[in-house]
């Protein structure tokens, strides 16, 4: 009787303990803090630490809360007027919310604080040469390049430059030494591979091969370095070959890329005279974008050459009813119609 008296007595005290408040978990304590709830907190207890606006603006700008991002930007540098941190991101997020007037206001006023603030001088150079202003731009990137010579975008800014003013082998040299200075630099192999492509040089290969390799899924890649083997194929038809790949590769990764499937076939049209199966290549590309009307003119010249000369027709007329001054369906129309 005891025992069981015992156990009774033990299994109530178990219980009280269990359903006892100073043992269950107090929500107030457990709940999580945001980020953003205590910097609100810091910023009421040091209303005058501009860090702590700044801090508060990148949240804002992160959640793309603009307008409030900027009135913090904006309390960091009234607190802090030579804060030339918050005023390149105030900069930053007017460029990407593309005031880009007030943007370039902010870079300049970054650069009045503080002359050696590389990321206002590139930002500022970049601005310029959207705006064609080559010479300022070059000033801008040299300065920066001074004050910091491992600055791989300022590399690929000059290649920028001389590519859009036509000198291509310093573009290639500017691409090559921010490659490196950045190995993994994904833009400047793309444009790297884009001029020797133009050039007609196989050293494009290795510049888009490099690219892939870092971005596996890139369809930029993929294309320029199918393009290019397109390009070429007439050299080595098993180029052809490796184009379609590619090509297949980037509708495997983008199922819409009315492009890729165009290319393919004008691959076998062009090339390999195989008409069924650039048809149906055409047909897809139609298929992902129905305004492509020079897929229209291409099917239309399968169509033609298997003889299959009313549904050559109807893709001839396609094509300029979505485009009337093109003149290859026009072209194509009139031999249908002189040959009847």
């Given at each position: 009787?005891?025992?069981?008296?015992?156990?009774?007595?033990?299994?109530c005290?178990?219980?009280?303990?269990?359903?006892?408040?100073?043992?269950?978990?107090?929500?107030?304590?457990?709940?999580?803090?945001?980020?953003?709830?205590?910097?609100?907190?810091?910023?009421?207890?040091?209303?005058?630490?501009?860090?702590?606006?700044?801090e508060?603006?990148?949240?804002?700008?992160?959640?793309?809360?603009a307008?409030?991002a900027?009135?913090?930007?904006?309390?960091a540098?009234?607190?802090?007027?030579?804060?030339?941190?918050?005023?390149f991101?105030?900069?930053?997020?007017?460029?990407?919310?593309?005031?880009?007037e007030?943007?370039?206001?902010?870079?300049?006023?970054?650069?009045?604080?503080?002359?050696?603030?590389?990321?206002?001088l590139l930002?500022?150079?970049?601005?310029n040469?959207?705006?064609?202003?080559?010479?300022?731009?070059?000033?801008?990137?040299?300065?920066?390049?001074?004050?910091?010579?491992?600055?791989?975008?300022?590399?690929?800014?000059?290649?920028?430059?001389y590519?859009?003013?036509?000198?291509?082998?310093?573009?290639?040299?500017?691409?090559?030494?921010?490659?490196?200075?950045?190995p993994n630099?994904?833009?400047?192999?793309?444009?790297?591979?884009?001029?020797?492509?133009?050039?007609g040089?196989?050293l494009?290969?290795?510049?888009?091969?490099?690219?892939?390799?870092?971005?596996?899924?890139?369809?930029?890649?993929?294309y320029?370095?199918?393009?290019y083997?397109?390009?070429?194929?007439?050299s080595?038809?098993?180029?052809?070959?490796?184009?379609?790949?590619?090509y297949?590769?980037?509708?495997?990764?983008?199922?819409?890329?009315?492009?890729?499937a165009?290319?393919?076939g004008?691959?076998?049209?062009?090339?390999?005279?195989?008409?069924?199966?650039?048809?149906?290549?055409?047909?897809l590309a139609?298929?992902?974008?129905?305004?492509?009307?020079?897929?229209y003119?291409?099917?239309?010249?399968?169509?033609?050459?298997?003889?299959?000369?009313?549904?050559a027709?109807?893709?001839?007329?396609?094509?300029?009813?979505?485009?009337?001054?093109?003149?290859?369906?026009?072209?194509?129309?009139?031999?249908?119609?002189?040959?009847?």
């Open positions: 009787m005891q025992k069981s008296f015992f156990i009774l007595v033990l299994s005290l178990t219980l009280v303990a269990c359903d006892s408040p100073s043992m269950q978990e107090n929500p107030d304590l457990t709940k999580a803090t945001s980020p953003l709830d205590s910097l609100n907190e810091a910023i009421i207890a040091s209303p005058l630490k501009a860090n702590l606006y700044l508060r603006a990148r949240i804002f700008a992160k959640e793309g809360q307008n409030k900027l009135l913090d930007f904006d309390k540098i009234e607190i802090k007027s030579d804060f030339d941190i918050a005023i991101e105030k900069g930053e997020l007017l460029y990407a919310s593309t005031r880009y007030d943007a370039m206001v902010e870079y300049q006023h970054c650069l009045e604080i503080n002359p050696e603030n590389t990321a206002c930002k500022s150079a970049e601005m040469i959207h705006l064609k202003q080559y010479g300022l731009a070059v000033d801008q990137i040299n300065s920066a390049l001074r004050i910091d010579e491992q600055l791989d975008q300022a590399y690929y800014m000059k290649g920028r430059i590519k859009e003013t036509g000198d291509s082998s310093l573009a290639v040299s500017s691409y090559q030494t921010a490659i490196e200075v950045n630099f994904y833009e400047a192999y793309i444009e790297a591979g884009l001029l020797y492509s133009q050039a040089s196989d494009a290969m290795e510049y888009f091969n490099t690219a892939m390799d870092l971005r596996p899924k890139s369809v930029e890649a993929k320029a370095a199918a393009y083997l397109q390009q070429s194929g007439l080595d038809t098993t180029r052809f070959t490796e184009a379609k790949i590619l297949q590769d980037i509708l495997d990764i983008d199922p819409s890329n009315a492009a890729a165009f290319n393919q004008f691959i076998e049209l062009e090339y390999r005279l195989n008409y069924r199966k650039a048809l149906a290549h055409f047909s139609i298929e992902l974008f129905p305004q492509y009307y020079q897929a003119f291409n099917r239309g010249l399968c169509h033609e050459s298997l003889d299959e000369v009313n549904l027709l109807a893709d001839y007329d396609m094509a300029l009813q979505l485009e009337p001054t093109y003149t290859p369906a026009a072209l194509g129309k009139g031999r249908i119609l002189d040959g009847e």
